[in-house]
């Protein structure tokens, strides 16, 4: 069973704390789950190291929306879940279209396209073979 490192989001929340000009603080959620927050971000992910990182809220705040914050966010995940072999990364509930879109831009599909109400979407992490 894989393991993460112990406070293994803060390489996350320093990049945030850049991009924002102001310092992300951390609150521990349940098992694997973070909460990433300051005045204008408010960012959930949870991960089951061998099943998959979600990344179950995200709002940038306003004024942010557009400026490459939720890229970087989704970048750092996948490169994170490629680095320790998490092979899937999963937008929970996404609800607007705008999120949507941002989704399919960032290469994830509907989870279950055929199901009306089937919000999550889905990036598989091309995970390498490992030769002995």
């Known amino acids: 069973m894989s393991k993460l490192p112990r406070r293994w989001y803060d390489p996350l929340a320093h990049k945030l704390s850049d991009l924002y000009g102001a310092q992300v603080f951390d609150q521990p959620g349940l098992g694997n789950g973070i909460f990433l ?53 999963k937008m929970e509930c996404v609800l607007t279209e705008e999120c949507a879109a941002f989704c399919r831009k960032q290469g994830f599909s509907l989870a279950r396209p055929s199901d009306d109400l089937c919000f999550d979407w889905v990036l598989p992490i091309p995970i390498p073979e490992v030769t002995v």
């Open 37 to 89: 927050v300051n005045d204008s971000l408010d960012l959930y992910i949870r991960v089951l190291p061998e099943y998959g990182m979600t990344i179950a809220r995200i709002d940038v705040g306003e004024g942010h929306t557009r400026n490459g914050i939720g890229s970087a966010i989704v970048e750092w995940c996948k490169e994170f879940c490629l680095q320790h072999r998490i092979p899937e990364l």
